[in-house]
């Protein structure tokens, strides 16, 4: 697909500039917004990470954009989670029969083909995700995925404002955990990779799935892999579920 460099370019302007006169959440709504427009893709959306570990649905272009978030956080894989996760562009050229996240087509609405997640980081960690889809088979090819980590590099400034504002909104809340315990929860998803044979992806659903059983932040579970307390992984641990 050809971008056209010139209305990406004033896309992003015009974004960065309403960020000094809007609320954070309505200029990410307006961010997918663009994304769809510039991209003539099917949609995209944002996600950031929770307490729980979960991510969480923050602004989308449209209702199947919403549901392909939905799709992600109640399978608990997906290529947003990958990317998150990663910390890396995850793509797929069919979401539906890709064999990397088995769970996830049963949970999506049928127009959701093509999908790119790309990290939006703070801090040089990601704290959740741009998403975009396409509603047939596709490829996505170096200029598309250079255009769209500009926007979440954009997103990333959004929110980096909002925090060093001051924001005391519920996402501003939710982002500064994300940063403040994000560098512990990396070293218990390496320790758990070492120690039990995991991949990232499943070591992280591991604590993200402990959390929601015990009702405790994924940090604390963190906290007690690294600490010896909670290092043991069942069967049941390692689906994620």
Request: charged share 25%; hydrophobic share 45%.
């Amino acid at each position: 697909m050809q971008v056209d460099e010139r209305a990406l370019q004033s896309s992003l302007r015009r974004l960065r500039e309403a960020a000094f006169d809007a609320d954070v959440v309505a200029v990410l709504e307006r961010a997918v917004g663009a994304v769809h427009r510039v991209f003539g893709c099917a949609g995209a959306g944002v996600m950031f990470v929770t307490e729980d570990g979960r991510l969480s649905y923050v602004a989308a272009s449209d209702e199947a954009g919403r549901l392909l978030e939905d799709a992600q956080a109640r399978a608990g894989q997906g290529p947003c989670y990958d990317s998150y996760v990663y910390a890396r562009e995850v793509i797929s050229g069919d979401v539906r029969t890709d064999d990397r996240w088995p769970r996830l087509a049963a949970h999506l609405p049928g127009k959701i083909r093509a999908v790119a997640g790309i990290p939006v980081a703070l801090g040089g960690s990601p704290v959740g995700t741009l998403n975009v889809y396409r509603d047939e088979p596709a490829s996505w090819d170096e200029e598309d995925l250079r255009a769209l980590h500009a926007y979440g590099d954009l997103i990333a400034e959004i929110v980096g404002a909002a925090l060093a504002a001051h924001d005391h909104s519920a996402l501003a809340a939710q982002l500064q955990y994300a940063l403040d315990y994000r560098v512990i929860i990396e070293r218990a998803v390496g320790y758990l990779m070492g120690a039990r044979g995991l991949d990232a992806v499943t070591a992280f659903n591991v604590m993200r799935k402990r959390a929601r059983d015990s009702r405790r932040k994924v940090a604390d579970v963190a906290a007690d892999v690294l600490a010896g307390t909670g290092a043991g992984v069942d069967e049941e641990d390692r689906s994620g579920n």
